[in-house]
Structures are given as structure tokens and as C-alpha cells.
């Protein structure tokens, strides 16, 4: 019998009249029915944070650490459960899966210690002038299908420390186990302080449009995130928008294939190549990109793609019909134009399941789609380039600035390439490492605000000035 999941609405676990269902992408099968909202149970939730955040703005920020440890507590205490859920819902292998669910419990937990200390801003004979952070108020967040556990965790623990209240749609594609995190945590959280709902697209931008919610944080591709802008600044909503990639990697000629071989494989193949800031573009200089393309090969030679519950399996399906179709259109459109394979290619749309061969392109040219644009699946084009200054236009050549990677044994000239990469984060000689503790956002079309971080806390807040006029005559 197919389980069904409820909302998380003013502390109390509710369905509705209709519901949708969640498929299984590795075998197509409905796995789970969660209910379709729409403007009432938005209005229902939105109304719950508001009626909360009256007392959780003014909860002292201890007492908010508190529960959201114990909310990251209770999430690792059932982390086996929720793994293979989100693996049988978003298709990534177990191992990824576990990742996934401790890495957002783990991110709660050191986000939670952060602080919104008082900045003076002047101490004189005259006057003391401080600024304070306040909340913005309620939260709508708007959470992705790739890492829906981690995205859904990194909004709500800021929100909530900051002292906000949080209305937060998941994925139709992966809502089951943020609706599970939701019966764990309702107890947890006072109620209304936390409010999870889900829907079609639709609800995005009734979300969006809502004259009660005070901002608007969201992860998704750039495309959707223009709208949100849009619709947001009808009331002038304060946005977090963390947006689409085109990741490039740049492989110096010091570097030692048969250390990085591997490293880079799985920067670019990891969750089946889903991750925003997954190298998406590797150009490799030309002293050793034939030796260092075949090393890359032949690692992908000994990965297993398949269903991700299954033991041995290294990358998973597409998470949907709809980007399953888009990256077999590039993977097509390759073809067409004569480029060379160096693994995979062909695709079985006929088959159960949305699979798609782990494909490496040999030096296509910089204008093929497949460069050009992000591909959010299992492909990787590999460029070959002489020198350092056409490395460094080629990686920049793009409406996309999320992060990038340098691999060299020399680190000072890494750090050197690096701060001339037009994005947010730039790796050396490493891949996908992202802190709680340091800010995290796109440059150019890739993102508006940041995440993690300080930077990312303050996001959810106001800064209030205060003056006091000392010895002053009234």
C-alpha cells in the first residue's frame, strides 16, 4: 500500500482533498501520495508563522539553538530511515543519500552556534551608536529537487536562529523525506514556527506573491529564479536566490594524473552530475590532456550506474522525466554535430527508469550546447587549452559565476588563477566543499544574496540603527 505523507501546518500534521503522487526514478513506481496545495493551506500556514513569530522574534537566540539541535538531533537519530527514502525518492545511491542526511544534520547543528552580535558603530562624548540585526519576519522558502534535505535544512535553521518563521515548499518530485523530517520535528519546534507544504509549480508563486511573507529564499535554476525576483519585488520582499552553473575546472600541467583523475570524476559525476556547483566544464591543458582524459575514462569505466538502493552502485538515475529528456537532447545534439565520445552516449529512452550512461565528450568546441550551457545530469565535456590567460576567459565566458576549481601542485599560482574566476567559490585542488561558516553565492546570473555563513544569517534580518544622545538637554 502506497503511504501517505501530511503538511506541517501551526504545529499539526494535516492532508488535504487532493493529493499528488512522488515516483521511484530508478524504477518509474508511485512510491508515495503527499498532499496538493494550494492558496488555503498557503494562507493557513502563512497566517500560522505570522501569529508565531510575534513570540519566536522574541525568544532569546539560546533557547532558538536549542531547538534547532534538537531538531538536528532527531534527524540523525532516524538518519537510516530517511537515507533510503530520499534515495528511493530522488534515485542517488545510499552512501550519497547518508551523506545528504547527516551533512544537513551536521549543518543545522554548527549553524545553530553562529551569532547576531551588536555592532557599535560609535562610543563618543556625544552619543553611543549601535547596529542591531532583526528578523524580517515570515520565511517562504523554496527548496529543489537534487539535495531537497539539505536545501530544506539550510533555509530552515537560519530562518529560524535569526529569530523568522518559515513556510517551506519541497520539490513535487522529492517531498517524502522533508515531510518526514516534518512528523520528527513537530513536537520540536513551537508550533507555527515551522510550516511545510507541498504542491504543483503552481504554489511556487502564490509562494512568491503572498502580501504576508516578508522574504523569499530559493533554490533552482536561473530561469525561475528571474520570476521569483519578479513577483517579489511587487511588495519589495527581501530575496535569497541561489541559481544555476556552469562550473569550470582548470587542470594545470603540474598536475598528477593518477591523483586527480578520480577527484575530478567525481566533481563532475556525484548525484549523477545534479549539484549546482558540480564541474561542469573541465579544460585541461594541453601537455597532458590526452593522458589525463584516458585516466578520466577509464575511472568511469569502473562505475556502475543503476539503482541507487542497490549495493555497488556509484551514480543513480536522472531525478525526473523532464531533466532526464533535457540531457538526452544535449547528449543528441552532440551527436548530430559530429563531436567524440570518450564513454557513453547512448541512452535506452525506452527503458524503466530515467538512466543515463555516464558520457565524457572528447574536446568539443567552446560554442557546442553541451559547453555552453549547464547539463544537470551525468555528461562531461573535457577542452583542451595552451595557457593560462585562455583558461581564465574560457572559464569566464559564461552568464553563470557559481564556483570553479584549480588543480596544481603550485597553490600560490592556484590562488592567483583563482581570484581572477568571476564566481562565488573557487576550490584548489579540491571539489564540492562548502562550510557552515562561510558564505556561500553565485556572481553573475548564478545567484542574488548568499547562504552559510555570517553573511548568509544576516540575510533573514534587518539592521536597525540605534543612537543615544548623551547628556542630552529635554
Known sequence: ?????????DGELVGTGTTMEVLNPANEEVIGLVPSCGKDELDRAVAAARKAFKTWSKTPIEDRRAVIQAMSGAIKENADELFRLLTSEQGKPHDQAKGEIYGAAGMMAAQSTLNLDDEINEDSDQRLSRTRRVPVGVVGGIVPWNFPVMMAMQKIAPAMLSGCTIVLKPSPFTPLATLRIAELIKDIAPAGVV???????????LITEHEDIDKITFTGSTATGKKIMEGASKDLKRITLELGGNDASIVLPDADVEKVAEQLFWSSFSNAGQICVAAKRIYIHEDIYDELSAAIAKVA??????DGSQQGTGVGPIQNKKQFDRVCELIQDAKDNGYKFLSGGDVDPSGTGYYVPITIMDNPPEDARIVAEEQFGPVMPLMKF????????????SEYGLAGAIWTKDTDKGVEMAEQLETGTVWINE???LSPFAPFGGHKQSGFGAEYGKEGLQEFTYPQVITVKKDAAV
Open 195 to 205: 510550516n511545510i507544504i507541498t504542491g504543483e509549480d503552481s504554489l511556487g508563486p
Open 386 to 397: 595552451s595557457s593560462e590567460e585562455e583558461a581564465i576567459e574560457r572559464a569566464n565566458n
Open 1 to 9: 500500500m502506497t503511504k501517505s505523507y501530511h503538511n506541517l501546518i
Open 301 to 306: 569505466e569502473g562505475v556502475t550506474v543503476g
Open 431 to 433: 571539489f564540492l566543499h
